[in-house]
């Protein structure tokens, strides 16, 4: 009962009671005229009616305060949650007057709040060196590199940026604030600080760097040395146990030249050199030498050419090269005897781009899988009991080389019946990536 009286009484010193405070003095102002010169009778009606009036202004005025209070409570939590974020966040209208800035945006721009809440920003700010990096990400046309993770006009929009003064790696996501009739209200940017994560994952990158020109050396010497014993004569025993060792050395020392290219991609020098290349014909060079290999594996290969003659892109033939086999020679380790892997290539309707599909007939990928299938060192549980061998790299090196070319791969399995990756490729050399960019796993 108490706690009733005083939220009664706080309800009642809100703005929104000041209408019931003045019906309330009119009230008693008129009851006093009906006292000096209206009958009893009148008098009484016309109180009864006030009355009336006055506890319907009172309920809704009550009910309109506690919905009033409940905002101002949900906005103060809110503005609480936004302020106490390691994420930078920015709020502003569609014509970039800026609502929202919180004290981790604050950092990451090294401007304060009370110098841009409140402006309206445009791209000519960027020459002003406060606002240069604020306007750059504001406006990601102006960044010196981005790399976008989502689909253009799909929201949320999802950049990667890079900037070398001062040297910041930035994740930024990008979503529109909408009203319940569909009314475009503004747009709000979560901008991550990704520079200290892309920082300890080159110093790992360097390590593992380091370790694998190691260990290339020496096995590149026992690879040479199994080499050269076979052309010796020897038994037949003698003869199974260097051919044994020439396979081990030859796994062995492609898993350290896996882990050689991982720390190149990593470290933003895998040292790309594109050029204006038929797709086509780039495909069907590499399915002439996968097809021996596929042959002993007793798999089929099918390779479906779109109906133009050519499709030139710009891309990097060799590393595009490296993407490409990695996906088929997946295809073909991990099928079924008698299976098949069918290629394709088509142009996307409405879209810049060149869909490459490679599908098989294999052991396929489980839901629980997906979501770790591009990242390093991952095998399914499946593949390493089909083909123990391997280090789990290839489709993350696959991936790296797909984004730094400007497109995005994607892949649909279903157990026991086979898996089909989809990879894009821009048609508009202007999608393809300026430079390189150190890329993470998500």
């Given at each position: 009962m108490r706690r009733f009286f005083q939220n009664l009484v706080l309800y009642f010193k809100l703005p929104e009671m000041r209408l019931f405070w003045y019906f309330l003095l009119l009230l008693l102002f008129v009851l006093v005229i009906d006292v000096l010169y209206l009958p009893a009778l009148w008098t009484f009606i016309s109180a009864g009616v006030f009355l009336v009036l006055g506890v319907f202004i009172v309920v809704n005025n009550l009910r309109l305060a506690r919905s009033n209070l409940q905002i101002k409570i949900e906005h103060s939590e809110l503005r609480s949650v936004i302020s106490n974020l390691r994420d930078?966040?920015?709020a502003y209208t569609p014509d970039f007057r800026i609502l929202i800035f919180n004290p981790a945006a604050e950092q990451i721009f090294s401007v304060k709040a009370r110098e841009v809440v409140g402006q309206s920003l445009a791209p000519e700010r960027a020459k002003e060196p406060l606002f240069k990096l604020l306007a750059q990400v504001i406006f990601p046309s102006l960044a010196p590199t981005t790399v976008r993770r989502s689909e253009a006009g799909v929201y949320p929009q999802v950049v990667e940026m890079s900037f070398e003064e001062p040297a910041l790696n930035l994740r930024v996501i990008t979503d529109r604030i909408i009203d319940s009739g569909g009314r475009l209200l503004g747009f709000i940017k979560l901008i991550r600080d990704r520079t200290r994560e892309t920082e300890l994952m080159q110093s790992k990158t360097e390590f593992i760097s380091v370790a694998a020109?190691?260990?290339?050396?020496?096995?590149?010497?026992?690879n040479w040395a199994f080499d050269a014993l076979l052309k010796e004569p020897l038994s037949e025993t003698q003869k199974e146990v260097a051919q044994a060792g020439l396979r081990a050395?030859?796994?062995?020392?492609?898993?350290?030249?896996?882990?050689?290219?991982?720390?190149?991609?990593e470290e933003g020098r895998f040292g790309y050199v594109f050029e204006n290349t038929d797709v086509i014909a780039l495909m069907e060079k590499i399915l002439e030498e996968i097809?021996?290999?596929?042959?002993?594996?007793?798999?089929?290969?099918?390779?479906?050419?779109?109906e133009e003659k050519q499709i030139m892109l710009t891309l990097d033939p060799q590393k595009l090269g490296v993407a490409i086999s990695n996906l088929i020679d997946?295809?073909?380790?991990?099928?079924?005897?008698?299976g098949e892997v069918i290629i394709g290539i088509e142009r996307l309707k409405d879209k810049p781009y060149v869909q490459?599909?490679?599908?098989?007939?294999?052991?396929?990928?489980?839901?629980?899988?997906m979501s770790n299938?591009?990242?390093?060192?991952?095998?399914?549980e499946n593949a390493v009991k089909s083909v123990p061998d391997g280090i789990g790299l290839g489709l993350y090196i696959a991936k790296n080389i797909i984004q730094r070319h400007g497109g995005e791969i994607?892949?649909?399995?279903?157990?026991n019946r086979g898996t089909t990756f989809y990879f894009t490729l821009p048609t508009d050399p202007k999608l393809v990536p300026a430079k390189e960019i150190v890329y993470s796993e998500d």
């Open positions: 930078g966040v920015i020109h190691q260990l290339r050396t020496p096995l590149t010497g026992i050395a030859a796994v062995s020392l492609r898993s350290v030249n896996d882990l050689l290219d991982v720390s190149k991609i097809k021996d290999e596929a042959r002993r594996a007793g798999v089929k290969l099918y390779f479906q050419p779109p997946n295809a073909v380790k991990y099928n079924v005897q008698n490459i599909s490679v599908k098989d007939t294999g052991l396929g990928i489980s839901p629980e899988a299938l591009f990242t390093k060192f991952f095998r399914a994607r892949a649909e399995s279903q157990v």
